[in-house]
């Protein structure tokens, strides 16, 4: 099988959709905000009173908040670089894509609908849609539980965290431990107060 562009960023893919809801959530705030869609309406349509008198300016305040939220959360997806994007651009395209496709030690992996989600290279290892950090970088591995699911995480020698994605089904975390173990043998596997420290001091170390 060979990668494409498309397996190392999907978020691409997702600015139609993201388009389609912020045009949606601002079309909604705006109607509330300037009265387009007046009480008058709602209570013709409900064939009854809808709204007590003076409610208005609970639904201005709604529709103030639904546009904020809107524009924070949509518009910097929609009009900008998506973040993924300048990750690509600062190592290089070609570069990666020749990792994944020739130097390529672990995939991504589905059981159940879940699984590894990232791509783990001699060099590199690439989330899709989240980060690309270097395979030597990564020092210490575990899985932190969060909300009752699984995240295999990954803590790098500048003191940084990385989740590559969910861990769903058995010996998953093993089979990333193993791929990073080949680029990086001193690897620290595992939760324990003694990787705790030990990687503590190794980031020491690294910062100097």
């Known amino acids: ?15 139609i959709v993201f388009f389609f809801i912020t045009c949606i959530v601002l079309v909604v705030a705006l109607l509330f905000v300037f009265h387009v869609l007046s009480f008058d ?23 103030g908040l ?9 518009f910097p997806e929609l009009f900008g670089k998506n973040r993924m994007k300048k990750k690509i651009d600062a190592v290089g395209e070609d570069k990666i894509l020749d990792q994944i496709n020739n130097h390529l030690i672990l ?7 879940k699984g590894i989600a ?4 001699e060099e590199y ?5 989240w980060d690309i950090v270097n395979t030597k970088d990564v020092i210490w591995t575990y899985v932190h539980n969060q909300n009752n699911t699984p995240y295999y995480t990954m803590m790098l020698k500048n003191g940084k965290e990385f989740r590559p994605g969910v861990i769903a089904y058995k010996n998953a975390d093993k089979e990333c431990d193993e791929a990073v173990r080949k680029v990086n043998p001193n690897l620290l596997a595992g939760y324990s107060k003694e990787n705790a420290a030990a990687y503590k001091a190794m980031v020491k170390v690294h910062k100097g």
């Open 41 to 63: 309406i709602i209570n013709n349509l409900a064939g009854r009173e809808a709204f007590k008198a003076g409610s208005e300016p609970v639904f201005l305040l709604i529709g």
């Open 107 to 113: 995939a991504p992996k589905k059981s159940s609908g």
């Open 125 to 129: 290892v690439v989330s899709p849609c």
């Open 118 to 121: 990232c791509f783990i290279t």
């Open 1 to 15: 099988m060979k990668y494409t562009a498309k397996d190392i960023n999907k978020v691409k893919g997702s600015t």
């Open 66 to 74: 639904v546009f904020g939220i809107g524009a924070l959360v949509f």
